[in-house]
């Protein structure tokens, strides 16, 4: 029996017990060892310890766009359960999607079920809201959701969205309907809407636990937008007052935000961005330049390291630290585990999405990744618009 086979035959337990600094070389081994046949992804939010062995590093939008292109037989995903399921749909026939631990999964997409959206659904059509016409609904889902509802989405003319292309996504809907279904984030849907000029006015919250989402038939018949209400528990500990502190503190800062924050901290911000934009943002400031982000810690600590070298100051945009705790479940142990049984021909913690599911969620990424391009120039022309 080889090295690599007893390690690799130990049980999880066993490598949980071990401390972080002797994964290093055992993931690099097993890298080596696996060559083209594996791509390592890693989301922003990832530890340091685990995010250093990525390939490809990225927002929610670019990492499925590596995906759908990464050759190798295994995709291991450092990220959250979404993030591996949306990987496994775009992936070529024979790849595997790997999550090195499956409890790593994201609260904001556990609050929209599927028989919670089907309901919604069937009540929008009793209501006449949901029609089959131009006057009608189109379902749109940000990537934090889980596969069922994309292809929800997929089926009835919708489709998927990232923080980073939601605007773009909003107008392609609204070339089709005069209204949209917005799920599950509340906040990402109000701060997009709003930043296209739709008023708090013609938005409404669908609440999945009441009737009829607990709004008035008539609001819904007058919203533009019904928002499902849901919210990201990490982004949404981050308040007014903390733009005001920061703001008082160090005069001059630039405040930047997750658009995953509540709406009131995003009209206080100077920017916002997606993950991957935020740190674009900080890249392009001249030399100076002070940042309050306002988003997960480990991206917030990396962005501080990274950039006060270059002489800009990066603080967190609040001191009680904003971790999100599903990311990090993923250690250098899960990592190591994952990586050192592929050597062996085990898969481990594969990701699968039921075929029939695949085939309607497959439909709404696709129609994302085809409005990609345009979302790009929007996003940058909000930044300016904001900025100026
Ligand atoms: P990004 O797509 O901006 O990386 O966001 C993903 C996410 O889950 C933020 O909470
Ligand atoms: Fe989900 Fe929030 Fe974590 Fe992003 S930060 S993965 S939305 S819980």
Redesign the pocket.
């Known amino acids: 029996m080889t090295v690599a086979t007893e390690r690799a035959l130990c049980s999880l337990e066993n490598y949980l017990e071990l401390p972080d600094y002797t994964m290093d070389e055992r993931i690099a081994d097993a890298r080596r060892e696996l060559g083209r046949d594996c791509v390592v992804l890693g ?1 922003h ?1 990832q530890r340091d310890e685990v995010i250093r062995f990525a390939d490809f590093t990225g927002d929610s939008y670019k990492l499925s766009k590596i995906s759908a292109q990464a050759g190798g037989q295994y995709i291991v995903f450092c ?2 359960h ?1 993030m591996a399921e949306s990987a496994d749909i775009l992936a070529r026939p024979g790849q595997q999607v790997i999550l090195p631990d499956l409890n790593a999964g ?4 556990d609050m929209a079920e599927i028989g919670q959206v089907e309901a919604c659904w069937e009540q929008l059509q009793r209501l006449g809201v949901a029609t089959e016409d131009s006057d009608g609904v189109t379902p749109l889902t940000y990537m ?1 959701s889980t596969a069922a509802i994309k292809a929800f989405c997929g089926e009835r003319g919708g489709l998927v969205c990232t923080s980073s292309n939601a605007a773009a996504a909003f107008r392609w809907a609204f070339k089709k309907t005069s209204k949209v279904l917005f799920l599950p ?1 509340q906040h990402l849907g109000r701060n997009t809407a709003y930043a296209m000029g739709i008023p708090l006015s013609e938005m409404v919250v669908w609440d999945p636990y009441m009737l009829n989402g607990g709004v008035p038939a008539d609001r819904l018949r007058n919203a533009r937008v019904i928002l499902w209400k849901g919210h ?4 949404q500990r981050f308040l007014p007052e903390h733009v005001d502190n920061v703001r008082a503190r160090y005069p001059g800062i630039q405040v930047i935000v997750h658009p ?1 924050c509540r709406w009131e901290v995003c009209q206080k911000a100077d920017q916002l961005g997606s993950t991957e934009r935020l740190i674009k943002i900080i890249e392009d400031a001249p030399t100076g330049t002070m940042f309050a982000v306002g988003t ?1 810690i480990h991206l917030v600590n990396r962005l501080k390291n990274r950039f006060a070298a270059l002489g800009k100051k990066v603080i967190t945009l609040d001191d009680s630290g904003c971790l ?4 990090f479940r993923i250690s250098p142990q899960h990592l190591a585990w994952a990586l050192e049984n592929l050597v062996e021909g085990n898969v481990v913690n594969r990701i699968r999405v039921a075929e029939d599911v695949k085939y309607w969620a497959r439909v709404a990424l696709d129609r994302m990744l085809e409005i990609g391009k345009e979302a790009a120039s929007i996003q940058h022309s909000q930044a300016v618009q904001r900025t100026a």
């Open positions: 989301h939010y990220g959250v979404f994201c609260s904001m997409a934090n984030d990201c528990s990490v982004h995953e997960e999100c705790t599903t990311m």
